[in-house]
């Protein structure tokens, strides 16, 4: 089979030759910068050149001998993007290691800490001493009640992750954006044999968190109700008139579209199932739905944490893919998500542990748990194999390297 018959198999609940494994596909499915140089040091690798296409995240973009050598069967659509040496400046990592960074973002340094800084002169992001990623500065709506939000797309683009873009999004509002996607995502398609994957977004809940701040957003979910429905109602208004263009550029070459809303803690969900009911799912599904009905493209979505109480709901709004499968969280026990929601949703996620066992145990150890986990999801389809969120500077290459033994040794 070739990567995109893989995982096409996969995604529709059929059983591939082997696992499919994605590193990169997406903005929580890679490996930090810093990562991503100790393995290459690790493994003699000096050719190429490391780029931090998601620079809030310090994400590499993997390169090609990284696909090739760990059999990844997955790519973002955002890497056609990637190939202009223009559009990057060199940088170094918290480490002292030599990157490239986005040159059409402009990072200052004042101190010890860099900052992302917009055309108006503010300091969107902070990266202070120490860190291995930006924080957010600016809250545009924090502490206000508006009357309404005719003027939400100049608010939204104070957001650090809005701002901070990958590649691909720094075109976005180009004239001939949807152009650009559509003729990218066929050169991808007809010179490669890997499954495209492409990011939309179409977040509510992390949108109302960014722009009031999370506080203030929780808050106003309670007590400034009529506030946040003009909100939400104004949200899926601008997603829904991207994703009708967007979608129809992308579907004759993508398997899978992007969604986020990271709605869960370790614990539990960061928010009632019964107001994400009344306030948030509906307006989701009308994405989700749109997706299902016009193409056959697969509704992705990312969301974190403990959310084994949302699935019943985001099946029957219209989710068909579902990442990171948090399997540390409250109630994300791998076989209890395979018995309950295995027919119905594809686990895209859930390899093994980055939060203790990646970083912190031995190789066997590492490639014990990568064949319990597959074991437990690859049967009947239904699997894509990535670790959990992306890789942070703690995991050492020996346990990378041990990871994607494991799981390309294992056949149906």
């Avoid at 263009?245 to 986020?260: H, R, W």
């Avoid at 986990?373 to 390297?401: R, S, Y």
Wanted: proline content about 6%; charged content about 25%; glycine content about 8%.
């Amino acid at each position: 089979m070739t990567s995109r018959e893989r995982v096409r198999a996969a995604l529709n609940h059929q059983e591939p030759d082997k696992v499919p494994v994605d590193c990169g596909g997406m903005r929580s499915t890679g490996l930090l910068g810093v990562t991503y140089n100790k393995l290459k040091k690790h493994l003699g690798l000096r050719e190429g050149e490391t780029k931090i296409y998601d620079l809030v995240q310090q994400l590499a973009l993997v390169e090609d001998c990284y696909l090739d050598m760990f059999q990844i069967d997955v790519i973002d659509l955002a890497r056609a993007f990637a190939d202009v040496p223009d559009e990057w400046n060199d940088w170094a990592l918290p480490d002292g290691s030599p990157v490239k960074v986005p040159a059409w973002l402009n990072i200052e340094k004042d101190g010890d800490s860099w900052f992302c800084v917009d055309d108006e002169g503010d300091r969107l992001a902070e990266m202070p001493k120490g860190s291995y990623f930006f924080d957010q500065k600016i809250w545009p709506l924090y502490g206000q009640v508006p009357d309404n939000f005719d003027d939400l797309p100049d608010k939204l683009k104070k957001i650090m992750w809005v701002h901070m873009t990958d590649p691909q999004a720094q075109h976005a509002g180009e004239a001939d954006y949807y152009d650009q996607v559509g003729k990218a995502a066929k050169e991808l398609y007809e010179n490669t044999d890997y499954s495209i994957m492409v990011g939309f977004g179409g977040q509510f809940f992390e949108l109302g968190g960014f722009i009031f701040r999370m506080d203030d957003f929780m808050t106003n979910l309670v007590i400034n109700r009529p506030m946040i429905e003009k909100l939400l109602d104004r949200l899926l208004e601008m997603h829904m008139e991207k994703l009708e263009t967007y979608l129809k550029a992308v579907s004759p070459y993508a398997d899978t579209i992007v969604m986020g809303d990271d709605l869960g803690t370790q614990t539990s969900p960061m928010i009632s199932p019964k107001l994400y009911r009344e306030l948030l799912l509906p307006r989701a599904q009308q994405l989700y739905r749109y997706v299902r009905e016009n193409s056959d493209v697969k509704v992705f979505l990312h969301s974190c944490g403990a959310i084994s109480e949302f699935l019943p709901d985001l099946i029957d709004a219209g989710v068909q893919v579902i990442n990171p499968v948090q399997t540390s969280a409250g109630g994300m026990e791998p076989e209890k998500l395979k018995r309950e929601f295995g027919k119905d949703l594809v686990f895209w996620g859930g390899g093994i542990d980055t939060q203790r066992i990646l970083p912190e145990a031995t190789p066997d150890e590492v490639r014990k748990e990568v064949r319990k986990n597959c074991e437990i999801f690859m049967k009947d389809g239904g699997f894509i194999f990535c670790q959990i969120h992306n890789m942070l500077d703690t995991v050492p290459p020996e346990n990378i390297l041990a990871m994607y033994e494991a799981v390309n040794e294992i056949a149906y």
